[in-house]
């Protein structure tokens, strides 16, 4: 490791980000190993947590919370075997946050590594549609929204986002190598008897929507939403199901009126 004397001597913040960048590998080390303890740790990377920390809690430059968290995670290293993840992880985000870098989804961890498909609980039948979803972070943030609510199958119109754009899979946070999914227009013939409904305005509120056992869920686009051919299938079977809103805005982002209505129809199958 290198030590923190020769760290100080860059500049300010070309330091930060050499710091936060080894307070994340720490970090990183413990989510693969699945520790929550500084057992993995030797002692002179400890002594490095300790003095880091204690360095920046006297650096004036950083603001009064920010100094108080650095002294709080310095007590942490020298003094606890449990809650070193938290004071790694928060060391790692306000250094991160210092040098003006934005934190996006995959900043966050989690856990990271590969999801096993025999631990999820799959509700047969539960398929949903995705209609032209063009940004990869909605695409993977609903890869991940699916997985975490039993949808056995995601079909994807021909004009979605990749899900294999390195943002869809890193928003999806393994989700995509789990969750079933194949890319076609699924309204370009005629649509059987499995009952289809679509998350649009317009609706039946979202409390008095008769959900199906099985079925299929069609989410529209980012800027028009469900296209007329798919709304005519939707409307022809179980009809749309809408979210009340009570904002000026009255709208959401699709990805996220996708999450409320997923568990809303997961509850409704258990029930």
Partial sequence: MIPLYKLEKLPRTQ??????????????RLNMAGEKSTDIFSEAEIIFYIEAAGLFA???????DAQNAFSEAAHIFKTSKTGIHRALNSVKHILLNETGKEQADWDFTGSDGRLDPQKRQVFEGMWVYLEDIRSPFNVGAMFRTAESFGVEKIIMSPFCADPRHRRAERTAM???????????DLFAEPWGECPVFALETGGIPLAEFPFPKRGLLIAG??????????LEAADASLGRVSIPCFGTKASLNVSVAFGIAMQAWASAIIR
Wanted: charged share 35%; net charge neutral; hydrophobic share 40%.
């Fill in 15 to 28: 330091k930060l980000r050499k710091i936060a960048k080894i307070f994340a590998m720490a970090e990183n």
């Fill in 58 to 64: 006297k650096d004036e430059l950083f603001s009064p």
């Fill in 174 to 184: 393994g989700c995509i190598d789990i969750v079933p999914w194949e890319k076609h």
């Fill in 221 to 230: 686009s980012e800027e028009l939403g469900v296209s007329p051919r798919a």
